[in-house]
Structures are given as C-alpha cells and as structure tokens.
C-alpha cells in the first residue's frame, strides 16, 4: 500500500493553540509526517504563522497581521485563547518551524494566505528562506489563490505546489495541468475514487482537507488519497497503523 501523509492541520491544533511552536512539537509527537501551516508577511516583511488576517481571535488584538511590526506581534499572547497552559506562546517565524524540521522527514505544506489581503513578494520571500534552509524538496506551497500559485513555479519550478479549493470544480486534474501544480488540496467532500484515479494517471496527488472523523479518514484512503490534513494526526497515524499503511 502507498504511504499516505499524514499532515497536521496547523499543527496538532486539536490539541494545542493552532500555528504555535507547541502544535508542531505535538504534531511530530503524535506521528504526523507532515505539517500544514498558515505564512503571511507583518508590516516589515517578517514572514509569520498564522491563519487570520486580523489578530483578534487568536492573541487579542483588534489588527491586521500586514499592519503591525514583529517586535510588537511577536510580544503578543497566541495561546492563552487557547487555553492558560499555553500562554507564553507566541506567533513563530516561518523560519523557526524550519529550524525545527529541518534535520527532520517530515513534509511542509505552507499555505501562503493571500487570498484575501495581497502581499506582494510573499511567494520569493518564502522560496527564498526554504532554499536557504535546503528543503525545497520537502516543501509543498499552496494557496486559494491560484495566481500565486502559477508564480511559485515560474519562481521555483522545483517545489511542489498544491490547489487549494471547495467543491465543484470540474476536471481539477486538468486544471492542475495548466498551473503546472502537483497536487490537489481539496475540501474533504470533493474526492470520490474516479476522482483521484484521474488524477495519478496524470501525476496530480489528492491531499484533502480538514478531517477529523476515523470513518472519514478510512473513506478517503480508500478513495484512494495521498495525503489527509487533519487537526488530529494521532488519530490518522492509528488508522494507518490499522491498516498496515
């Protein structure tokens, strides 16, 4: 049987505050072989982890990541929402999750979050900082902005992308085709066993996104995916385990 990657959805954001250095060290932890994570760019280019635009629900602050300097985020509580264990953790630097995986195997799907608020630069300065780290072959960049994602491989032909998207979008493997991407990340409900067949007979991998339930996990291996994002990645790694993959 294939080996399936079991990427951990912000981390072990289950079990820790999301986009944390504590999520990541859980998700090693807990078995996942990979690490999905969130990058967008503060107001002096610092390239940081996390999912929303605004600062609000995860540290407090009513902001917007691009409009605050890192010597203040970086000062802010990113876990306390959470809950108290986790108060001193703060939003990392792209480059402290790669110090931390880099003498490691496990797989990095950054998906850079501009599909909302433009940042311009964003997809260099990411390639830029993963060679530098030497891992641009355990790198998979993604973004629902499908235009960034063309200029990832203009940039960097040699790093793997993936299409981020819901349902509904009609031969994705062919449209994966015309942005020269690797892979398919899509929502869980858009993957059926004629799909993703499809899809490897035209080298496009399917990594689905965000599932949490044994049975759906079991669903979707057998629908023949390569890849689950999961916020529970022990619970993945069981299923594996289970099933000898």
Known sequence: MKTI????????SGYCPENTLAAFKKAIELGATGIEI?????????????????????????RLVKDTAYEELMSLDAGSWYGPAFHAERVPLLEQLLELLRHTDIILNIELKN????YPGLEQKVIDMVRAFGMADRIILSSFNHYSL??????????RTGILYMEGLYRPWEYAATLQADALHPFKYAVTPEWTASAAAHGIAYHPFTVNDA???????????????????????????????
Not at 40 to 54: F, G, W
Not at 115 to 118: A, K, R, S, V
Not at 150 to 158: G, H, S, W
């Open 38 to 62: 969130d990058v967008q760019l503060t107001k002096d280019d610092h390239m940081v982890i996390i999912h929303d635009e605004s600062l609000m629900r995860t540290t407090g602050l009513n």
């Open 115 to 118: 599909g909302i608020i433009q």
């Open 215 to 245: 049975e759906e996990m079991e669903r979707l291996i057998d629908a023949g995916v390569d890849g689950i994002i999961t916020d529970y990645p022990d619970r993945l790694a069981e299923v594996l385990l289970r099933r000898g993959a």
């Open 150 to 159: 063309l200029l990832c491989k203009q940039l960097a032909p040699e790093i």
């Open 5 to 12: 990657i079991n990427f951990a959805h912000r981390g072990a």
